[in-house]
């Protein structure tokens, strides 16, 4: 069966100090994998999503990066935090190719708070 | 930009009560799907509708997706607190690959 590990749970960093937050999925190949941000437990904003190695679409600018270094990782980045990076961060996979309408499975998420 | 506007925000009620989380678009989808989530948990699927009037039904809820494929609706009866959560839903427009996401709705139901 497919699973999906996210890392850490929890994160509290300064100001201006960097980020990276992993996302694996074990179980499916080539999958479409996602960053989503969620704020204060409401709707979930698209950031990054990949549909292969190495191919990164970004879909709000901001201060945050994502790299797909291998199949089924993927990771978010910034060189610099800001206080309203501050979020629940969660990736998500679903089937690659003509999935249509498969269903997107969410990691437990990462809460960053950025003080 | 797509916008999708869930209703209402936050809903408190006693178990046993029925009630109805809308979910309405000014855009065509080709497809929603409504999500729940759990404090501190990714949100998991609950289902997919992609026909115009179509009807589902898991358990005591029934989503249905609007004739014209612009709105959809998840009905919960005789609500348990085992339904407390945040509901979500999500559409995939016309033209779009990548699902946009409501605000939710933060369900409370107290014993």
């Known amino acids: 069966s497919q699973t999906i590990h996210q890392w850490p749970a929890t994160l509290v960093q300064p100001v201006g100090s960097p980020l990276s937050l992993e996302c694996t999925v074990e179980g499916t190949s080539n999958p479409n994998l996602y960053w989503y941000r969620q704020a204060a437990g409401r709707g979930l904003q698209l950031l990054f999503y990949s549909v292969g190695i190495g191919q990164i679409s970004s879909e709000v600018p901001q201060n945050l990066s994502a790299s797909r270094p291998q199949d089924r990782q993927f990771i978010l980045s910034s060189k610099k935090l800001l206080l309203s990076d501050s979020g629940f961060y969660l990736c998500?996979?679903?089937?690659?190719?003509?999935?249509?309408?498969?269903?997107?499975?969410f990691g437990n998420g990462t809460r960053l708070t950025v003080t | 930009t797509q916008l999708l506007e869930q209703s209402p925000q936050f809903l408190s009620i006693q178990e046993g009560e029925n009630l109805t989380v809308y979910c309405n678009s000014s855009s065509v989808f080709s497809s929603l799907q409504w999500y729940r989530q759990e404090p501190g948990e990714g949100p998991v699927l609950l289902v997919t509708v992609v026909t115009g009037g179509e009807v589902k039904k898991l358990k005591r809820l029934t989503f249905q997706f609007g004739d014209a494929r612009k709105d959809s609706s998840l009905h919960i009866t005789a609500a348990q607190p085992g339904d407390t959560g945040l509901y979500l839903c999500a559409g995939r427009f016309s033209g779009y690959s990548t699902l946009t996401f409501g605000k939710g709705t933060m369900l409370l139901v107290s014993p």
């Open positions: 998500a996979w679903r089937i690659g190719g003509r999935a249509g309408n498969s269903p997107l499975h």
